[in-house]
């Protein structure tokens, strides 16, 4: 069954990285092409950030094949964390996109070197609009797979494919502005959209590491887990609960009090039924460790 589920799950990982990246193959062709003929500096910006995009989704493709291998003897808690070091990548991968486009726009908006303001043509703004609407779209898309999978990874790149949108707005403002007669907003917008590309970039990493460095799950997922530890018959008290996310899963220590008078076969009976429940209200959890103290035992 364990089988089964992982196999759907890189199934659908692996038809939603492909099926966007020969999305991003094609807007970034046509972003080019619309950039050149229409001379738009922010344009060619953005097909740049779109081309990303293809190296991205390679990378979060390769990331998860690797986190779903079984465990083995020099890895005993599996690959999970492998996913964490494809969503780093990915962030860098952002950010250098980033930087570089910022400095592109500032050299035009400065006429440093050969570059010149240019007035852009129709072309690009048409082509700015498709691209909002199609990545926004992607960004939805992905983002549900992501929430099924309960991957990071693909999170990202979903958050990869809205950093597009959001630089395709700069860029409508932008060109809209310079074919009002403000060449300089062209420049400007390829700027801006700089930021935002190294802000998403920032995010991604700061997640990625937060997961990698054993990070506690969110205050709502524990509150939930005691609700579901609290419910089961023979709890009396929680009196210890840690968590730490390992990559997309997590894992959970808990000790709870029951009868100190209790025979241990009964005591392994009420541990196995708070371990069975939260690993099956709580899929992102791999693995739920459980110990039992008698409840006349001062806390601590």
Avoid at 41 to 53: F, G, N, R, T
Avoid at 64 to 75: A, F, I, M, T
Avoid at 125 to 135: E, G, R
Avoid at 139 to 167: E, F, I, P, Q
Wanted: aromatic share 4%; with cysteine.
């Amino acid at each position: 069954m364990k089988k089964k589920e992982v196999s759907e799950k890189e199934k659908i990982v692996m038809n939603t990285s492909v099926n966007t990246m020969i999305v991003n193959l094609v807007l970034s062709v046509g972003k080019v092409i619309a950039g050149i003929v229409g001379h738009s500096s922010a344009m060619i910006s953005d097909a740049v950030h779109s081309a990303s995009d293809v190296f991205s989704t390679i990378i979060v493709m390769v990331g998860y094949r690797l986190s779903e291998r079984d465990s083995d003897q020099n890895h005993p808690y599996g690959h999970e964390r492998i996913e964490c070091v494809a969503a780093i990548l990915l962030a860098m991968v952002l950010c250098i996109t980033g930087v570089t486009i910022g400095i592109s726009g500032i050299r035009y908006m400065l006429g440093i070197g050969e570059s010149t303001l240019e007035v852009p043509g129709v072309l690009p703004l048409v082509a700015a609009i498709f691209s909002i609407l199609v990545k926004e779209g992607m960004y939805h898309y992905t983002k549900l797979a992501a929430k099924k999978v309960n991957s990071g990874a693909l999170m990202a790149d979903a958050w990869h494919h809205r950093s597009d949108a959001l630089s395709s707005i700069g860029s409508l403002v932008g060109i809209a502005g310079a074919r009002l007669g403000y060449p300089i907003c062209d420049p400007v917008a390829s700027v801006i959209i700089s930021v935002f590309i190294v802000k998403a970039a920032y995010d991604i990493f700061k997640d990625a590491i937060d997961k990698m460095m054993d990070t506690a799950c969110d205050e709502d997922t524990i509150e939930r887990i005691r609700e579901v530890i609290s419910e089961q018959e023979g709890v009396i008290r929680i009196d210890s609960l840690q968590s730490r996310q390992f990559g997309a899963r997590a894992y959970v220590d808990v000790e709870i009090a029951a009868d100190g008078n209790l025979t241990l076969t009964d005591a392994h009976a009420i541990a196995e039924q708070v371990h069975r429940q939260i690993e099956v209200s709580f899929p992102e959890v791999k693995h739920c460790m459980v110990h039992v103290n008698p409840a006349d035992r001062p806390i601590g």
